[in-house]
């Protein structure tokens, strides 16, 4: 879908991108945000400009207040994914099969107090996944939606091996909103503008402990508004089922460039926005390359190394050789 971004909105991004000041970038994005035209095709841009105001923001204060201890996790990779739910739902296990982290896994609440983070593989990215200690409707602590805020989307982990385990699910989910940070589905034409809402994935834990029945229930009662995947410590399969289904969340899109002359190979995806352009390329690659930019070709779909424009939106797997 093209995002058909405005004249007015293009010149508060070329102020973003010109922007040197805390105070020039908080000024350019806010007016992105408030110009940014509000149709399917925006939702992603718009949640990225609120996030980046969020980095900014929290960047402020920790350097205005540099003893004040916060509790925040580096972002890495190509996304950075918090895990929320209940407690012993298996958010902890979920990190330790999927990445090289070794949180602390036991079937007693509340083992995990501190955000965990671990590096997981998918194809050829890395998505981050941050293990949180669990919120219920009577406890969440109180760093914990700050570390959310800065996420590119969640995991919900339910447990049906629990009785209750859709009202505590729910009661994650009102939490979650009542700080401002709705889980969905999929992101809001036009949100509400104190909200940040956090593309959400349902994971159904421990299969292996339930009948494929029980599974199906969750599934058709949290469908309407959740994707759903069913994961198991001890299976193979649904892993892969996992990640594929995080990735259409995060609705990113990886991008190869090369250089005049150099052989296509498809390595080191950059990895953006669905519905990013040449542009948006160029920039995240150098931050003065946009303004040397002369051209640029694309191979992929049925583009065989044609010219094409810096406004052109590029798409999953496209390679790209930019000429300055
Ligand atoms: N059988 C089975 N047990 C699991 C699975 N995932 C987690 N568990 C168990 O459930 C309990 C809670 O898991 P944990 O990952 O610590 O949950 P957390 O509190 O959500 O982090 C532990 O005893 C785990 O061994 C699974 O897929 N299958
Ligand atoms: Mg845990």
Redesign the pocket.
């Known amino acids: 879908m093209p995002a058909n971004l405005t004249p007015v909105y293009r010149e508060a991004e070329a102020a973003y991108r010109a922007a040197t000041t805390a105070e020039e970038k908080r000024a350019a994005l806010e007016r992105m945000l408030a110009t940014i035209p509000k149709h399917k095709g925006t939702e992603k841009l718009q949640a990225e400009i609120k996030r980046k105001l969020a980095r900014l923001r929290q960047e402020t204060e920790r350097r205005a207040n540099p003893k004040r201890r916060t509790v925040h996790v580096e972002p890495e990779g190509a996304a950075q994914v918090v895990?929320l739910?209940?407690?012993?739902?298996?958010?902890?296990?979920?990190?330790?099969?999927l990445t090289h982290a070794e949180?602390?896994?036991?079937?007693y609440?509340?083992?995990?107090t501190r955000p965990q983070p671990g590096m997981m593989r998918f194809e050829d990215v890395r998505i981050q996944l941050v293990?949180l200690p669990?919120v219920t409707a009577d406890h969440m602590d109180p760093w914990l939606p700050n570390v959310v805020q800065m996420a590119d989307a969640a995991v919900l982990?339910v447990?049906p091996?629990q009785p209750g385990t859709l009202d505590a699910a729910e009661a994650v989910s009102e939490r979650m909103e009542s700080v401002h940070l709705p889980l969905v589905g999929a992101l809001p034409e036009d949100p509400d503008p104190r909200d940040m809402p956090l593309p959400t994935l349902v994971v159904v834990?421990?299969?292996?402990?339930v009948d494929p029945g029980d599974v199906e229930v969750i599934r058709e009662l949290l469908g309407d508004r959740f994707p759903v995947v069913p994961?198991?410590?001890?299976?193979g399969r649904e892993v892969q089922g996992f990640k594929v289904a995080l990735w259409h969340l995060l609705g990113l899109i990886r991008v190869y460039t090369k250089k005049p002359g150099q052989k296509a190979e498809r390595r080191d995806p950059f990895v953006l926005p669905e519905g990013s352009t040449v542009l948006d390329l160029a920039e995240r690659i150098h931050q003065d390359l946009p303004a040397k930019l002369v051209s640029a070709r694309v191979w992929g779909g049925r583009l065989d190394g044609q010219q094409v424009s810096k406004e052109f939106e590029l798409r999953d797997r496209d390679l790209v050789q930019l000429n300055t």
């Open positions: 895990l739910g209940p407690p012993n739902a298996g958010k902890s296990s979920l990190l330790a099969a949180p602390g896994i036991a079937d609440p509340f083992t995990t293990d669990p982990v447990d091996s834990a421990k299969t292996d402990l994961f198991s410590v001890k299976g």
